[in-house]
């Protein structure tokens, strides 16, 4: 009985408060200012990772690109071999 209450309780606030942030945040106002934001930060991280990608560079260490590289590469052969070696279990039955 108390949950059914809390339940209805919260549909109740959570409705209002759709209904609310949906009339906000289809707002101009906070839409361009969210936005800029936005660009802001993704301008910031590109450049963060920009440095910390030189920084590896420079001690030598391979980037995250480098490794991703070398991931799909090995992810590559271990296909391979997989296909090899269903090729010699057919060969053999």
Do not use: C
């Not at 209450?5 to 289809?26: I, N």
């Amino acid at each position: 009985m108390i949950w059914d209450m809390w339940k209805q309780g919260f549909a109740a606030w959570e409705q209002a408060t759709a209904q609310y942030m949906e009339k906000v945040l289809t707002n101009p106002a906070v839409l361009g200012p969210a936005g800029a934001m936005l660009s802001a930060a993704m301008k910031t991280k590109a450049a963060t990772d920009r440095v910390v990608a030189d920084w590896w560079s420079t001690m030598g260490l391979p980037t995250r690109r480098d490794q991703e590289r070398a991931l799909h590469k090995l992810n590559q052969l271990e296909s391979r071999l997989y296909d090899l070696e269903e090729q010699l279990i057919a060969k053999k039955a």
